[in-house]
């Protein structure tokens, strides 16, 4: 069984930064890719980044990049994501997700296994 859970997310003003934190457990981490979503009100999931389970290997969604950074601590379960320059329309609740592959994926239907989410809020 596995199981992810998210921590970090929260409100914040418009240019701060936040991290989120996705611990897992119940199969192992190595060897597997992992990825963030998010969903606003009303709006479909969106793929926010991804990593290979080396590490090596990143994709960011076209709204994040060049702002968000995803990172992974193998020995310790967990992988993060750092926002920087955060909007308004970053609000949404963020999804932490579990692929079967090895390299990172963009596509949802890539990752089997998805956390509860933790809601981030921008907002003055």
């Known amino acids: 069984q596995v199981q992810l859970v998210e921590s970090g997310g929260g409100l914040v003003q418009p240019g701060d930064s936040l991290t989120l934190a996705c611990a897992a457990s119940?199969?192992?981490?190595?060897?597997?890719?992992m990825g963030w979503f998010r969903q606003a009100p009303g709006k479909a999931r969106e793929f926010v980044a991804s990593?290979?389970?080396?590490?090596?290997?990143?994709y960011y969604g076209d709204s994040v990049k060049g702002r968000f950074v995803i990172a992974r601590d193998n020995a310790k379960s967990t992988v993060y994501l750092q926002m920087n320059s955060l909007k308004s329309e970053d609000t949404a609740v963020y999804y932490c997700a579990r692929s079967s592959y090895s390299s990172a994926r963009t596509s949802a239907a890539d990752y089997y296994y998805w956390g509860q989410g933790t809601q981030v809020i921008v907002s003055s």
């Open positions: 990593i290979s389970s080396s590490g090596g290997g990143t």
């Open positions: 119940g199969r192992s981490f190595i060897g597997i890719a």
